[in-house]
């Protein structure tokens, strides 16, 4: 095996390759424990007399970290090319496999992990603040937890009902600023001095944050307030029913599945050893419940019979 | 086509022309941008300084954009008589079909985009405050979007059970704020003046919203408080139970509609090419996944195998 | 029709009498409109000023809707000797039948809001805090309505699980305020001056709603407080879900006992004109959506059709 | 019975004896109220002024609880003996059983409900803190009613989604928290001092808490304050979403585990009058609602007729 087919098969994406390989799984657990301390040297930095007395340590931390992370996005450019020939793409030639990926996502949020430090090099402009960021690898990692799929999955599948429902919350939001405002800057013109000042207060209500530094004071704001909490109430069960009924799909997905491949090993009669193992490798890589999976086995095999008298 | 018909079909909702064409998508577009600039307008006129500076520029977006929303409305009025018939209204000539539309909840919405304006010419009384129901205008666009519709069913639904939701966390405010009166009275009767003022606590507490502004202080009333902030948790689940169960029973009814069109083309015998096309647009007009869709063809394919045995 | 029977038939609850009769309903809204006002009076009663001016008409408002209250309960106990025999109740002659009545809760409900103005002649101390019980009476009366009786059904199904719920809530506040108490009393001795005392800030935090009148200032008391907030939500969700798990079962409910009238309907063969009307009786007394009951009708048919063949 | 099969039955759990015998639980009972009192007596220990007069009491009280708790401990350990051989161990002699035994995680919450209490005799350090984990004892006791096993159920199996949903949380909270450093710190550089101090801000604002001690003042703050409650309740969905589908999931497994029974039960002909009892027994033990049941024996009987047909 080659250096590059090495790197490749360390650093691949569990998704690529066949299966997620113990050195990659460790590699991955190496780097969520470096960017965590790098993101934690990054926030101590911030912290007054902390940077006089650790400056030397912290900046180990940073120039170190950033070197890693940069071999690392070299090596993962390089090696990608190892890499199957996606069909869909026109991508063959290893520079032009190198090239997609760079422009891929995933490569985006690695490349904006060390950018900011080189950059820094160049320009006068404080960029330290897109550090940050960093800690979206940790995300990008995370992917490959099966909980952490199901929760990606179910935020995109729901993402044009999360936007609706946080459309007409901003609606409400501006009719209760301008309301609000019209019904409190007499009493206070300081804390409601104009409608977009009111936003704060229209916002933090409706999301029932209620932080208390905006608060109607005469007795028509309050009545008027008292119908904006109510609303919030309303406004914050949308999306937890939008997102409950979307995690219920994806279970009712996942038993659908699992009836589906039942049926085919049911089809050829007998439910054999082999069988048996199938469906509980099928069952394990649906995370579904065992005693769950045993009905639908059963119950699956019932309906058989009672069609086959 | 005439220009009457030409107006329809940019101005027609998707839900009356066949489908929502290109010209009307750019032409809401447009609208909604004009609702922005015009709210954003609105709010600004308020923040102090503002007015002194950019008092020429605001009156010109103001000015302009009724005008548009007039010929807009104007248009939508005379247009309207191209639309088909209905057959439960008894409206059909060009006049009656007009009258109908202007007494429709929608073109009502639109009026009162535009009536504030030209009634603060003749009415001394400031009217300015209507001028942001301009934004409900963005709901009325933006009903075309699948999710919107989806949401406003779901809304719809619901009213009911919400309105018996919302109904019992009154009645339980009201009781609160007796209570907490009788108990915090004497130690902050600043705070807790009398029972109405009380009310506005209990609202705040029981939405979980807690902005401290009215908060007890006495031992009993802490631990009425407690009791109070645990209700609060209750009625926060009810909207969220309700809604969510709304969403699923929505799903679960997408997936009949797709089941009942599978079967009406599997009784026919074969899956032809143009079924699968017809199921395709089935499935695209229902928004529902892919692979749901694939699953359910599959499962009902075998199930009907399996009884033609 | 004896007068005992004619105020039995007015004053019976919808699920005794047949159908919820006209009478029935315009004097349950009766009954509403006066308690609204007699709680709107006795909140009244307690702002400042307003005794001074009004008292002689809170006074009036008072007698008479007691007075209102109390032939409406005599009538009542005395009428609901006309009701049917329970066949589980040994109660047969009128007086069994009225004491078994004064004791059911509901009675009790009525008598609660009219007696503290009886006893309050009587007893020199203030009862007057027991008259906002009679806000209950509007959920006594609203229990007709079926959104109403479905949350009923929803919170008493659940109230196993929601107390379980709670009580888990329950033991990590003790936790959570004994912990906060040595972490930070050092700090805020007057804030968290003993464990009960910081029961509160526990407690608050945990159902989120944040007053801010106690709050950590130490750096390890904030993450604390830090963790308490996430197991806030956690908590917070638990009702949410259970709640919306047994709304979806009563629509799942209302969906199978739909489906098994359709299946007793098609049992004996075509879809009849009266089977059609039977059945939008039952979808309409099960409160079922429309599309959905035709749904579940087509999909029967089919499935029966198919069995036939 | 021996002295040790006597213990065994009274102290052993429900789980592992085959009912929950009625001396058990009121031993169970006696148990939770005594922890009550403890826990109440600690609480009590901490109020100013409290312990000066109660001392003594306070003392008693604690002193009577360990040793019962000791005894109870002592008892369990011995006679845990006579319980069943597990399959799975290899402990079979009665010494290698109490080890197995003492190993366990119940046995340790026992454990360490009346260690601190020995310790603190030979230890100089104050271990008081410790003695509150003794209410985890009413959890652990809690554990046999059905709603707290399926809350412990539902709670187990979505640890998963509920960590990765948690995981995500802190990520955008490290990320709010940056930015609002960068945004708020020459305004307030008090309030928001480091980023490890606005930590605070961004973990009480994406949680919903909102105490109101640390709040934006700035335009852009404010902006970006106003995005981040609106990420908070997508956040706050999350959990009421996963749980929620695990709750109905739970449910569902219910539903087929009956359909199971019964479908096992009609297959050897008619429903005899044993059928019946052993059917209502599984529903009962299922804590399945008798309509659910009726209507899903009714639906199977139907389906199993239309197939004999």
């Known amino acids: 095996m080659s250096f590059r087919n090495a790197c490749y098969h360390i650093l691949a994406p569990a998704s690529e390759a066949h299966e997620y390989k113990k050195s990659s799984k460790l590699f991955d657990m190496l780097l969520i424990v470096l960017i965590i301390v790098n993101v934690g040297a990054m926030m101590l930095e911030t912290v007054p007399g902390i940077p006089a007395i650790l400056k030397h340590e912290l900046h180990v931390i940073e120039v170190v970290s950033v070197l890693i992370f940069t071999i690392e996005y070299v090596l993962r450019v390089y090696s990608c090319a190892s890499g199957p020939n996606r069909p869909a793409s026109q991508a063959t030639t290893p520079w032009q496999k190198r090239w997609a990926y760079i422009k891929s996502p995933m ?23 897109l550090r940050v960021f960093r800690v979206l690898r940790i995300l990008k990692i995370g992917r490959y937890s099966r909980s952490m799929q199901t929760l990606i999955t179910v935020l995109r599948n729901e993402s044009h009902s999360l936007i609706a429902a946080i459309s007409v919350l901003l609606l409400f939001t501006v009719i209760a600023a301008t309301c609000i405002y019209y019904i409190e800057h007499t009493a206070q013109p300081n804390v409601f001095s104009s409608i977009p000042a009111s936003l704060w207060w229209a916002l933090v209500t409706l999301t029932t944050v209620g932080y208390g530094d905006a608060v109607p004071v005469t007795a028509l704001g309050k009545v008027f307030g008292g119908l904006i909490t109510i609303m919030g109430i309303c406004f914050y069960a949308l999306p937890a029913g939008i997102l409950s009924s979307s995690y219920t799909t994806q279970m009712q997905l996942k038993r659908d599945r699992f009836k589906d491949t039942v049926r085919s090993v049911l089809d050829d009669g007998e439910l054999s050893k082999r069988d048996v193992h199938h469906l509980e490798h099928v069952r394990a890589l649906l995370d579904l419940d065992e005693e769950e999976a045993k009905l639908i086995v059963r119950l699956l095999q019932h309906h058989h019979k009672s069609l086959d008298k």
Chains 1, 2, 3, 4 share one sequence.
């Open 107 to 129: 490569a985006l949020v690695d490349l904006m992990a060390i950018l900011p430090f080189y950059l820094s090099i160049f320009v006068a402009f404080d960029l330290r603040i």
